[in-house]
């Protein structure tokens, strides 16, 4: 059974650029969920697909958008990076959109905005 | 609404002896709640999870958690610290149509 995997593992982008992260579900998983991790602080949920729809978001600016495939992978779109944007970006997947589901992390994205 | 408290930011103990990390939440509703535990360049693994079954839950590497609702707590423990256990550790709270809420973490220090 493949876990979740995440690609790239790091990232340095200027402020003002555009940035896609992507993120492959664990078998048998049709939910996803990203979140942002900033240095020192847990995870903020940014929002969650359920196929291929948004379903939750959390409290982040339209500049964050993302998109689910038919085969329930993801990617996170940042337009017009920050430097607050900078922070370990955390794809999970899960059975369902349940929110009491068990989410399976990825190892992560560190997103460095200078 | 809900939120979540952990109540130390750093905990220290020697190898051997017991951990207790703490946690308490707020909930409008019967939360699920769970701990999940991030080593240094790792993703978060679940430790345990609290689904309104059996308030004492067994998790992984001998960590157990207890849900109290008079208490609002969901505090983790371990009888004996192995080195291997320092991380930093999350407890969440969920459930409902609410949005999965992460605490700022508790980074467990173990000492030889």
């Known amino acids: 059974e493949t876990g979740v995997t995440q690609s790239p593992t790091h990232l340095i982008k200027t402020r003002g650029q555009q940035v896609t992260l992507r993120c492959s579900s664990q078998s048998g998983h049709n939910t996803v969920s990203w979140y942002q991790q900033a240095l020192g602080q847990g995870p903020q949920f940014i929002f969650q697909?359920?196929?291929?729809?948004?379903?939750g978001r959390g409290n982040f600016p339209p500049r964050f958008s993302g998109l689910q495939f038919p085969n329930y992978s993801s990617e996170l779109n940042v337009n017009a990076l920050e430097l607050d944007d900078s922070a370990l970006y955390l794809c999970?997947?899960?059975?369902?959109?349940?929110?009491?589901?068990?989410?399976?992390f990825g190892p992560g994205t560190r997103l460095t905005v200078l | 609404a809900q939120s979540v408290t952990q109540l130390d930011s750093h905990v220290s103990v020697s190898e051997g002896t017991p951990v207790l990390l703490r946690c308490n939440y707020s909930s409008s509703y019967s939360p699920s709640l769970f701990w999940y535990v991030q080593h240094p360049n790792k993703g978060l693994q679940l430790l345990l999870k609290y689904t309104s079954a059996a308030t004492l839950v067994k998790g992984i590497n001998g960590f157990e958690a207890e849900f109290k609702k008079s208490e609002t707590s969901f505090h983790l423990t371990k009888p004996s610290a192995h080195m291997s256990d320092a991380a930093e550790y999350f407890c969440?709270?969920?459930?409902?149509?609410?949005?999965?809420?992460f605490g700022r973490g508790t980074s467990l220090i173990v000492h030889p």
């Open positions: 697909y359920y196929r291929e729809e948004e379903n």
């Open positions: 999970a997947s899960s059975l369902g959109s349940d929110r009491t589901d068990t989410q399976y």
């Open positions: 969440v709270v969920s459930g409902g149509s609410y949005i999965p809420t």
